[in-house]
C-alpha cells in the first residue's frame, strides 16, 4: 500500500484563497517531500521538511510535520491560477533509497 | 528547462515490438530512477540505480529492462508490452547528502502499446 494518504482528493478553490492539503503516512520517516505536477507531466520538488523540524517555509508554501501523528500539510497561500496542478506527499528517499508518494490531491484554482 | 531530459515524449508501440525510452541528466547525480504512473495514480517506483549498479527492483516484469550505460544516462529497455503497461514513464535523479533538494524529475515519456 501506498506510504503516504493524502485529501482531500480534489480541492477547488477561487484565485487568492489559501489552499491546504494533508498527508498521512505509516512508518517512521526521515524526511517527507512534496512535489507539484502539471497535466501529467513531470514531477517538481517543492519543499523537504525533515524528522526534527515541526514547520518549514517557501516563498507562498508552509509545510507542518507532526511526527506523533505521522501526517503533514502543506499550505499554499493566495492562490494563483497558476497552481493548479496535482499535489503529491513522498517519503522516503534516504540515501539511494525509495521515495513513495501519496495519492495526491488535485487542486484547481479558478481565476 | 528539466535537467533530467527524456527522450521520446511520446511512444505508441505494438505488443510485439523492441523499443527503449531514454534518460540523460547532467547534474553529476549519482542515483537515478525509473517510475510508472497511471492516470489519476501516483508515480510508483520501478527500478533504481545507484553508482550504476541497480540496487533496487520493485519486482517489475522482465519485459521491462533497464540499463545505466554510465553515470549520466539511464535506459529502459521495453519488449513484448501488454496494453496496461501504457503509462508515463518517468526518471528521477538524485545526490545524497544534498536532500534537500528533494528529486528532480523529467518531463516523462508517454507509452501507449496498441
Known sequence: SQQG?????????????????????????????WYRQNSGRGLVHLILIRSNEREKHSGRLRVTLDT?????????????????????????????????????TILTVHP | DTEVTQTPKHLVMGMTNKKSLKCEQHMGHRAMYWY????????????VYSY??????????????????????????????????????????SEPGRTHYGYTFGSGTRLTVV
Open chain 1, 5 to 33: 494518504e493524502e485529501d482531500p482528493q480534489a480541492l477547488s478553490i477561487q484565485e487568492g484563497e489559501n489552499a491546504t492539503m494533508n498527508c498521512s503516512y505509516k512508518t517512521s520517516i526521515n524526511n517527507l517531500q
Open chain 2, 52 to 93: 550504476e549498479k541497480l540496487s533496487i527492483n520493485e519486482s517489475v516484469p522482465s519485459r521491462f529492462s533497464p540499463e545505466c550505460p554510465n553515470s549520466s544516462l539511464l535506459n529502459l529497455h521495453l519488449h513484448a508490452l501488454q496494453p496496461e503497461d501504457s503509462a508515463l514513464y518517468l526518471c528521477a535523479s
Open chain 2, 36 to 47: 510508472k504512473q497511471k492516470a489519476k495514480k501516483p508515480p510508483e517506483l520501478m527500478f
Open chain 1, 68 to 104: 506523533s501523528k505521522k501526517s503533514s500539510s502543506l499550505l499554499i497561500t493566495a492562490s494563483r491560477a497558476a497552481d493548479t496542478a496535482s499535489y503529491f506527499c513522498a517519503t522516503g528517499g534516504t540515501s539511494y533509497g525509495k521515495l513513495t508518494f501519496g495519492q495526491g
